[in-house]
């Protein structure tokens, strides 16, 4: 895949905005194999940590698995586009704010449908299917809330025999 300058200006914001450099010391942290992608991406496969889940997550401009990404992407050649997708948005958010708005944007799916890609902006921007989602229907609010607030009245009650 040839480089664009809109490869190259996500390239240079992810690394002035840290976004970049965060996700090299990850990746390492991880014990992640690193060499350079296509596209000014930087590859990180066989990373060890259990967190985040999923096939592959993007930090900057470094993208992350556990897995071969070679084997991955071969498997489902959509990937590293959605991938590439994030790296954008982490230069679009300025990097560090892409972090809170992207965990309530999961936080707005899961509401809405029980999932927590389904309806997130960030997943549906890069394209569920692309990134192995699926579409779930959404689910009415009213009761979704009425059951956390069940939930949370119930956490502080005082247990009988106190």
Do not use: K
């Not at 480089?3 to 996700?23: E, F, I």
């Not at 900057?60 to 997708?85: C, K, M, N, Q, W």
């Amino acid at each position: 895949m040839p480089t664009t300058r809109g490869d190259a200006a996500r390239h240079l914001l992810n690394w002035v905005n840290l976004s970049t450099p965060l996700g090299l010391v990850l990746a390492r942290a991880g014990g992640a194999r690193l060499r350079r992608g296509p596209r000014r991406s930087i590859l990180a496969d066989y990373y060890r940590w259990a967190f985040p889940t999923g096939g592959a997550f993007t930090v900057g401009d470094v993208i992350i698995s556990r897995h071969d990404l070679d084997l991955l992407v071969a498997r489902r050649p959509a990937l590293f586009g959605h991938e590439l997708t994030h790296s954008r948005q982490w230069a679009a958010c300025q990097g560090l704010p892409f972090l809170p708005l992207y965990a309530a944007s999961m936080a707005w799916s899961w509401l809405r449908t029980g999932d927590r890609a389904s309806r997130s902006f960030f997943e549906r921007q890069a394209g569920l299917e692309d990134g192995g989602y699926a579409e779930v229907p959404t689910r009415p609010l009213r009761p979704v809330l009425a059951q956390a607030a069940r939930r949370l009245r119930g956490s502080h009650r005082i247990p009988s025999g106190l």
